[in-house]
T-cell receptor, first 111, second 113 residues
Framework: DAKTTQPPSMDCAEGRAANLPCNHS???????VYWYRQIHSQGPQYIIH???NNETNEMASLIITEDRKSSTLILPHATLRDTAVYYC????????????FGSGTRLQVQP | DAGITQSPRYKITETGRQVTLMCHQT?????MFWYRQDLGHGLRLIYY???????DKGEVPDGYVVSRSKTENFPLTLESATRSQTSVYFC????????????FGPGTRLTVT
């Protein structure tokens, strides 16, 4: 699976959009981009995933560049409850289905 | 209760003892996973299972044993606990090959003294 690079930490004001970048320059054509988050001491929570097209769900939007070498997770209106570590994961669509977590980005939403 | 549960939530044991961590899910998901998370690090895969009686090693399987006789249960056994196995253990499940979302349990915090 391709390696990902994320900033170690970011701050965001409550109510503003949080834009979390992820670099995955070695991604291959059949690898998906997944985002999970982990709120303090809890199990990780799935947010969104995509292959080529931009995706949106009730939690967030995922913007993938045309060359697929980077992506951005957007939380449109961050709340204090969004404070967490956010993991960008690149995974091939195989039967293994296991996630490889890096260090992630620690997002602190400020009141 | 519906969902995925882990027991115990906290465990302290001594070096050399056998410890079993339990994981139970009520969705009849095919896939189940065990991860460990060490302080300040991301999660690492220990073992996973694609179905009952089908298991395979992950990134860090040494010192651990798993079994899956029933779809809903996936216990993880530390045969002879070592201090390096002090960690938080997370169990997860996903519905099928085509399901991209993994559902995680609340975790078991294990301390080996």
């Amino acid at each position: 699976d391709a390696k990902t690079t994320q900033p170690p930490s970011m701050d965001c004001a409550e109510g503003r959009a949080a834009n979390l970048p992820c670099n995955h320059s070695t991604i291959s054509g059949n690898e998906y981009v997944y985002w999970y988050r982990q709120i303090h001491s809890q199990g990780p929570q799935y947010i969104i995933h995509g292959l080529k097209n931009n995706e949106t769900n009730e939690m967030a939007s995922l913007i993938i560049t045309e060359d697929r070498k980077s992506s951005t997770l957007i939380l449109p209106h961050a709340t204090l409850r969004d404070t967490a570590v956010y993991y960008c994961i690149v995974m091939e669509d195989t039967g293994r289905r296991a996630l490889t977590f890096g260090s992630g980005t620690r997002l602190q939403v400020q009141p | 209760d519906a969902g995925i549960t882990q027991s115990p939530r906290y465990k302290i044991t001594e070096t050399g003892r056998q410890v079993t961590l339990m994981c139970h899910q009520t969705w009849s998901h095919s896939y189940m996973f065990w991860y460990r998370q060490d302080l300040g690090h991301g999660l690492r895969l220990i073992y996973y299972s694609a179905a009952a009686d089908i298991t395979d090693k992950g990134e860090v399987p040494d010192g651990y044993v798993v079994s899956r006789s029933k779809t809903e249960n996936f216990p993880l056994t530390l045969e002879s606990a070592t201090r390096s196995q002090t960690s938080v253990y997370f169990c997860a499940s996903s519905e099928s090959f085509w399901d991209y979302e993994q559902y995680f349990g609340p975790g078991t915090r294990l301390t080996v003294t």
